[in-house]
């Protein structure tokens, strides 16, 4: 059996774990991000001392990884890795990530999107198994999206990336979105939107249990939505209805263009589950053509959930190429 260490990195969050070649994750660890987000220093040396704590950890259980991958929620410019957009991690923006960590850590180092490797992990290790063409959204903070295309390969349209798809206009009469746009997919969709949809109907008080959940904890958040409406509130139902009927209508352009197989949704957001996938289906059925929708086998909550993301930087080390 072959092992990888694989990191994760996000804006709160480091995830990382030992993982082999069949997508098994022996051990894991989560650690709070640098809080100086500013600096890249911090930020690397939080990757390095992850990274080498990991390998110590894998070689008191006698295994030697092959490399390590990673995963930042940023553009990746050139072979230096040059990090682009960092919106997340100001500190990292225009920082060549590779030459301090093939220093640290040697050479055998990946790096790619963290919603790539998500995608990378649900094709090979989760969901997507068995499907040749899948698209999977993650809805989080913003929503971003990996495409597997014929053949197996990953889309890679513009920054070796999909494409801003959180961006797509689903209310051309709505609020601006924080792209400049108006009416994107992430002004009605993302966790930030959901926390502001409750906050409405529970100050408004069309929702008893959001309102009650509001005196009790002074803020509001996807979860509370979800538990709210699993208690039977209407209002926190409604808002699922809404924020699937919004992915939905996006969703049913991307398979249009895309033609998936099977759609998984991830990130936080799809904790939710049915609340979210139901509406998400209907929607597909009442606006999509049904020739794209007799391609589509499924609409399916990912797999692999918080870990797919370092499941997939450490398959970059261990999958073949052609793969990846
Ligand atoms: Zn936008």
Request: glycine share 14%; hydrophobic share 45%.
């Amino acid at each position: 059996m072959r092992y990888a260490i694989g990191i994760d990195l996000g804006g709160t969050n480091l995830k990382g774990g030992l993982v082999d070649e069949t997508g098994q994750v022996i051990f894991k660890e989560t650690r709070a991000s640098p809080a100086e987000r500013n600096l890249p220093g911090p930020i690397v040396e939080a990757l390095i001392n992850l990274a080498t704590d990991l390998r110590e950890r894998a070689r008191g259980n006698g295994i030697e990884p092959e490399g390590f991958g990673f995963g930042p929620p940023n553009f990746i410019e050139g072979p230096d890795w040059i990090q682009r957009q960092a919106n997340n991690m100001p500190g990292l923006n225009d920082v060549a990530l590779r030459p301090p960590l093939a220093a640290a850590l040697g050479e055998n180092i990946a790096i790619d999107n963290d919603v790539m490797n998500a995608s990378l992990a649900e094709y090979h290790f989760g969901q997507g198994r068995g499907y040749e063409r899948m698209l999977l959204m993650a809805i989080g903070t913003g929503i971003a999206t990996g495409i597997f295309t014929e053949g197996g390969r990953r889309l890679r349209y513009i920054f070796g990336w999909t494409g801003d798809t959180g961006h797509i206009i689903v209310d051309p009469h709505g609020r601006l979105c924080t792209c400049g746009g108006r009416g994107c997919l992430e002004t009605v969709a993302t966790g930030p939107a959901i926390r502001a949809f409750a906050l409405d109907a529970a100050r408004t008080q069309k929702s008893p249990a959001l309102a009650a959940r509001l005196a009790e904890s002074g803020d509001l958040e996807a979860r509370d939505v979800t538990e709210a409406a699993l208690s039977g509130d209407a209002a926190a139902r409604q808002i699922w209805d809404e924020v699937g009927w919004y992915l939905g209508m996006a969703l049913t352009s991307y398979v249009h263009i895309f033609a998936p197989q099977i759609i998984l949704i991830g990130g936080g957001i799809a904790e939710a589950g049915e609340l979210l996938l139901e509406p998400i289906r209907r929607t597909l059925a009442s606006l999509g053509s049904p020739f794209y929708l007799g391609l589509l086998r499924g609409v399916k909550k990912a797999a692999l959930g918080a870990d797919a993301g370092f499941i997939g930087a450490g398959a970059l080390i261990l999958l073949p190429e052609s793969l990846r």
